[in-house]
C-alpha cells in the first residue's frame, strides 16, 4: 500500500464547476499536511497547508481528518488556469522528508 | 530574491555512466532535499542536507550520494546509471528542518539515460 494514495484522474470539468479531490494517508504519525500544485513540465508549488481545522484560501478549502487519515481539497468556480496535477503531500518523519501522492490530473475546460 | 535553481536543465548519459546534478538554494535557506520524479508519478525522496550532512535518506540505493558545501549548494550524484534512473530531479531548500517549513522547489534538471 502507497504511503499517500490519490485517484490520479484526470477530472474534467467546465469553467465554473466546483470539484473535489481526496487523498488517503496511511502513517497515523504524520504532522503536516499540505496541497502542491504542479503544471506541466514544471516543478511542484505549494498550494497550501493543511490544518484539522480546516483553512480557505480563496476558492480554494482544505480540510484534513486525523481520524479517517483523509486529506481534501475543494475548487470553487474553476478557471482555466486551475488545470494542473494536484499533488498531496503529508510529512510523517522528523526532518521535514516530505511523502507526496502520485498526483491527481484537473482539466477545466471551457 | 533569487530562488531555488538547478543545473543543467537537460542531460543525457549513458548506461553504466556517472552523473552529477547541482542545487542553489533560495537565499536564507540552509537545508537542500533532492526528490526523483519518474514519469506520471509524484516525486520520491531521495536525501536531505543540512549543516554539509545527510540527515535524512528515503529508499535509494548507495548509487545516489551527495554533498552540501559550506555555502549551503549541494550535489547530487548518481553512479552506474540504470535506464529507471531517467526522470526529473528536483532540488526543494527550506530553512531548517522542522516539518512546518514550506519547502521550495527548483525547476529540476531532466535525466535521461539511454
Known amino acids: 500500500r502507497k504511503e499517500v494514495e490519490q485517484d490520479p484522474g484526470p477530472f474534467n470539468v467546465p469553467e465554473g464547476a466546483t470539484v473535489a479531490f481526496n487523498c488517503t494517508y496511511s502513517?497515523?504519525?504524520?504532522?503536516?499536511f499540505f496541497w502542491y500544485r504542479q503544471d506541466c513540465r514544471k516543478e511542484p508549488k505549494l498550494l497550501m497547508s493543511?490544518?484539522?481545522s480546516g483553512n480557505e484560501d480563496g476558492r480554494f478549502t482544505a480540510q484534513l481528518n486525523r481520524d479517517s487519515q483523509y486529506i481534501s481539497l475543494l475548487i470553487r468556480d474553476s478557471k482555466l488556469s486551475d488545470s494542473a496535477t494536484y499533488l498531496c503531500?503529508?510529512?510523517?518523519?522528523?526532518?521535514?522528508?516530505?511523502?507526496f501522492g502520485g498526483g491527481t490530473r484537473l482539466m477545466v475546460k471551457p | 530574491d533569487a530562488g531555488v535553481t538547478q543545473s543543467p536543465t537537460h542531460l543525457i548519459k549513458t548506461r553504466g555512466q556517472q552523473v552529477t546534478l547541482r542545487c542553489s538554494p533560495k537565499?536564507?535557506?540552509?537545508?537542500v532535499s533532492w526528490y526523483q520524479q519518474a514519469l506520471g508519478q509524484g516525486p520520491q525522496f531521495i536525501f536531505q542536507?543540512?549543516?554539509?550532512?545527510?540527515?535524512q535518506r528515503g529508499n535509494f540505493p548507495d548509487r545516489f550520494s551527495g554533498h552540501q558545501f559550506p555555502n549551503y549548494s549541494s550535489e547530487l550524484n548518481v553512479n552506474a546509471l540504470l535506464l529507471g534512473d531517467s526522470a526529473l530531479y528536483l532540488c526543494?531548500?527550506?530553512?531548517?528542518?522542522?516539518?512546518?517549513?514550506?519547502?521550495?522547489f527548483g525547476p529540476g534538471t531532466r535525466l535521461t539515460v539511454l
Open positions: 542536507y543540512y549543516e554539509e550532512e545527510e540527515r
Open positions: 503531500v503529508v510529512n510523517a518523519y522528523a526532518g521535514n522528508m516530505l511523502t
Open positions: 502513517n497515523s504519525a504524520s504532522q503536516s
Open positions: 493543511v490544518y484539522s
Open positions: 537565499s536564507g535557506h540552509d537545508t
Open positions: 526543494a531548500s527550506s530553512f531548517g528542518t522542522s516539518v512546518y517549513n514550506e519547502q521550495f
